[in-house]
């Protein structure tokens, strides 16, 4: 539950000094969109007049300030920093995206300064602190910077993706099959070699996109490691050292090393 406090806006004296916002604020955007989310329409859910809830918020921007602090509390991170600081990034990876997938609306949410509402604030003190020990303050924020874009980036495609599929009717292996024809004139024309290649011989198109967002996740924190004194390596780092990389379900494959070895 996401409760306001009241403000010093005149006039008589709230009812009561917090107005308790339940899960319609951000179920009714999951369901119709962020549009629905008037002031009027939140006040009818809450059992308020819409002038009451502008005694506890002043603007329709603050409201949805409010809601998306809230989402953020659904990002567990429990327990953070633990020590492994890929165990806790994967972690939170996952969380963040299982929250932008369950309320796509956050998608649309244009946000170029943070709020700092109290759950942005905890997710800050303990993302953060993961790599505290490791980098510079400066270093920390990039690197936390590249990840959320990542993150983010990845999401939002796949939202917009789902969103395609749903307003055109067909699923994803029914769009794919409509658009064989003119794919396959493409790579039989012979003018677009690198687009070809992607067609012919590129595996994580034909990934699920959980197994697509891990894929590039990997690569990111492979890039955050890169960052890191050796000091840092994290064990879930060295588990993987100690094994065969997979690129993908049932395809296994050697790593680069030891490719070259058997090489020589």
């Known amino acids: 539950m996401l409760g306001l406090r009241g403000g010093g806006a005149r006039g008589p004296p709230p009812p009561h000094r917090r107005a308790p916002i339940p899960a319609g604020p951000t179920g009714t955007p999951d369901a119709e969109g962020l549009e629905v989310a008037t002031m009027r ?9 819409a002038m009451s809830l502008y005694r506890y918020v002043p603007s329709r921007d603050n409201l949805v300030e409010l809601m998306a602090d809230r989402l953020m509390g659904e990002i567990d991170v429990t327990g953070m920093p633990s ?3 890929r ?12 929250m932008w997938l369950r ?3 956050i998608a649309t949410v244009q946000r170029s300064l943070p709020s700092f509402g109290p759950n942005q604030l905890l997710l800050i003190e303990r993302l953060m602190g993961v790599l505290d020990a490791f ?17 983010e980036g990845t999401v939002r495609e796949e939202i917009s993706s789902a969103e395609e599929f749903r307003r055109s009717g067909l699923s994803e292996s029914e769009w794919m099959a409509r658009s064989y024809p003119y794919i396959d004139r493409l790579v039989k024309s012979g003018e677009y070699p690198i687009f070809t290649k992607i067609v012919m011989e590129a595996r994580q198109p034909h990934l699920s996109r959980d197994d697509q967002f891990r894929h590039g996740l990997q690569r990111v924190l492979d890039c ?3 960052a890191l004194p050796s000091t840092a390596e994290s064990p879930m780092s ?10 993908g379900p049932g395809q296994a494959r050697s790593r680069p090393s030891e490719r070259a070895s058997r090489a020589k």
């Open 103 to 105: 309320h796509p609306w």
């Open 135 to 151: 980098v510079s303050i400066d270093d920390n924020l990039g690197l936390m910077a590249m990840l959320n874009s990542y993150i």
């Open 238 to 247: 060295a588990h993987r050292e100690g094994r065969e990389e997979q690129d």
């Open 41 to 49: 329409r939140i006040a009818a859910e809450i059992g308020a007049g």
């Open 83 to 85: 020590g492994d600081w």
């Open 224 to 226: 955050i490691a890169a």
């Open 87 to 98: 165990a806790d990034l994967t972690r939170y990876a996952d969380g963040l995206r299982a």
